[in-house]
């Protein structure tokens, strides 16, 4: 796949995710896979949601795998009991609970399968999904150089908020904050502006951040 391809895929996110395979932190993986669940979360149930939270949490290390093991039960248990008539509806909240980076890209490419055809509007979910990955995972064909004079104690601050309080909407107040600390790239800039869903993993706030 070349940059040209990559930029211009906007209606599924298989072959993204195949390149991404090697070149991305379990965080992020799990952190697409989280936002794929909440973008449905309305058809989940509380064991479900639970799970999806508590793997976001796992994901920033703020949760241990005896809490993510525990959140998990009830979600395969359910599985189980429905055997091989196992819905997507019923493994939505699978994906996220995936332990060992082997598994990351299988586990990816169901839980987007499960996620798009659980909402009954298969297209339109994978057309979100890619918009998602990109992202999480931005342009991986011309990484940004970050200068360290952008993070300024403002510019942090409101980056800790926009994650903590997933006030993605915020966004454009932050490329504000980044041109009064001297930020021209375009990307970082453009990407703080631009319409679009944003999630915990969004490219720009963990390169402010200092996540990976």
């Known amino acids: 796949m070349t940059e040209t391809e990559w930029l211009a895929t906007v209606d599924h996110p298989r072959d993204l995710l195949e390149l991404l395979e ?19 979360r309305h058809l989940l149930d509380d064991a479900g949601c639970n799970a999806v939270a508590v793997a976001e949490r ?5 949760a241990s795998d005896a809490e993510l093991r525990l959140a998990g039960e009830p979600v395969m248990a359910a599985v189980r009991g429905q ?7 019923a493994r939505l909240a699978l994906g996220p609970l995936y332990r060992g980076s082997k598994y990351r890209l299988v586990c990816a490419v169901n839980a987007v399968a499960d996620c798009a055809v659980a909402s009954g509007h298969e297209e339109a979910e994978y057309v979100a999904q890619t918009q998602l990955l990109k992202d999480i995972f931005g342009n991986p ?3 940004v150089a970050f200068n360290s004079a952008w993070r ?19 966004l454009p107040i932050l490329a504000d904050a980044l041109e009064d600390a001297g ?22 706030v963990d390169l402010l951040l200092g996540k990976s």
């Open 152 to 170: 300024t104690a403002t510019v942090v601050s409101f980056a800790q908020g926009i994650y903590a309080e997933r006030a993605f909407d915020r």
């Open 22 to 40: 090697f070149k991305a932190s379990d965080r992020k993986w799990r952190l697409f896979i989280c936002g794929c669940c909440y973008r449905v």
């Open 183 to 204: 930020c021209d790239n375009a990307d970082i800039l453009k990407h703080c502006r631009e319409p679009g869903e944003h999630v915990r993993g969004c490219w720009c």
């Open 83 to 89: 055997g091989v008539r196992a819905t997507p509806l």
């Open 141 to 143: 064909f011309r990484p």
């Open 58 to 62: 796992y994901a920033d290390q703020l």
